[in-house]
């Protein structure tokens, strides 16, 4: 996952009035590094790779014997954090981990199939693939959740001029837990649909000057002025850690209402913190620092509505896995979540009914 996948166009969205669909549903990759949370890709897997435990234990079997570690992501993230969590791992806190080894692949294979996979192991763990296993953990990858598609035919929001596509937007084509893939697939057909949509709407839109742009612009510029003045910048920097780890430990892959509820306060106090914050560089041009802040604060505020969607949705359901409601609740549940924010960024919760079509949901079995 890249580093600059801060969520920027959700939030900017989110603050127009446009609802922020199905936020608590995070996908976690299975193996991500250990520092840095980059990607081992699905690929060191499909090849042949092996998840181990500190027994030496394939520990797959006991999840997914049929599947193995090609198991379905969810559940392959699931396993590795239970073994952690039971004392099969290595390592502790932050830094626990269990292994990935595709040392019995040779190194010919891995050169010649994996070389991209062998790139991220060396730059973020000096480990050589080819030498010994890489240490991994499941990592934050994907929102199945978005910016709500008002208009599906042309993927326009109910901001007029707004569209969205891709992993920006929310057409739910991955329900709960997008598959390995369909993203790409998701942003080929949207992209295009998005593009025709705008296209035909600016090509019969009258335009202005426009008071409103000049004023956000104008807003824009103040708060630049007004947080550019002098400061400790290690101080956003030390919010953004608290952050991670706060999510990771309350809003991670195995939630609660005790856990989520204690997240919805920490966050408020890192809002709060970063309301507060002042950065030392005013200089307008390539303001790095200024660009971190804007960032900060947009995953802050996308945070507090995935804790919000999360500790509203009283059941488990794909990706989302509530261990104090471990059972999917189609009764109550068979809906999106729906987060929206008001002029003076209150959140608030909200409701839409899931559109069955061709396939009703039925239990996932392995």
């Keep these: 996952t890249p580093y600059i996948s801060t969520g920027d166009g959700v939030a900017a969205a989110l603050r127009a009035g446009v609802p922020f669909k199905d936020p608590e549903m995070i996908q976690f990759h299975p193996t991500g590094v250990v520092h840095g949370g980059v990607l081992i890709t699905e690929a060191a897997r499909g090849e042949g790779g092996y998840l181990l435990n500190n027994k030496g234990e394939r520990f797959m079997k006991n999840y997914a014997p049929a599947k193995m570690e090609l198991g379905p992501r969810d559940i392959v993230a699931r396993a590795i954090e239970t073994e952690i969590r039971e004392g099969r791992g290595f390592g502790h806190g932050l830094e626990a981990y269990v292994l990935l080894d595709l040392v019995h692949l040779g190194k010919k294979k891995i050169v010649n199939d994996l070389p991209q996979i062998r790139h991220v192991g060396k730059l973020f763990e000096n480990i050589d693939l080819v030498e010994k296993p890489m240490i991994i953990r499941p990592t934050a990858h994907y929102s199945m959740g978005g910016i709500d598609v008002d208009k599906f035919d042309d993927m326009s929001t109910t901001l007029p001029g707004l569209f969205t ?29 998005a593009g025709d949509g705008a296209a035909a709407y600016a090509g019969t839109t009258e ?115 509530r261990e ?37 949901p039925e239990e996932r079995k392995y």
């Design 207 to 321: 335009y202005s000057a426009g008071k409103r742009l000049v004023d956000l612009a104008g807003q824009w510029k103040s708060r630049f002025v007004g947080v550019t003045k002098g400061g400790d910048a290690r101080q956003m920097y030390a919010i953004r850690e608290e952050m991670g780890a706060q999510l990771w430990d309350n809003m991670g892959i195995f939630r609660t209402q005790a856990k989520l509820a204690a997240l919805a306060g920490t966050l408020d106090d890192l809002q709060s913190r970063y309301d507060a914050l002042r950065i030392p560089n005013a200089n307008p041009v390539y303001n790095s620092v200024f660009t971190e802040y804007v960032e900060l604060g947009n995953m802050l505020q996308l945070a507090r509505a995935a804790c919000l969607a999360a500790t509203a949705r009283r059941e488990s359901r794909g990706a989302h896995t």
């Design 165 to 193: 596509a891709g992993e920006a937007s929310c057409v739910s084509i991955h329900g709960a837990n997008r598959l390995g893939g369909n993203s790409l697939a998701d942003a080929v057909v949207t992209g295009k649909i």
């Design 324 to 360: 104090d409601f471990p059972k999917r609740d189609d009764a109550n549940f068979l809906k999106h979540s729906m987060v929206t924010m008001d002029e003076g960024g209150r959140l608030h919760m909200g409701w839409k009914a899931v559109e069955i079509a061709n396939f009703k």
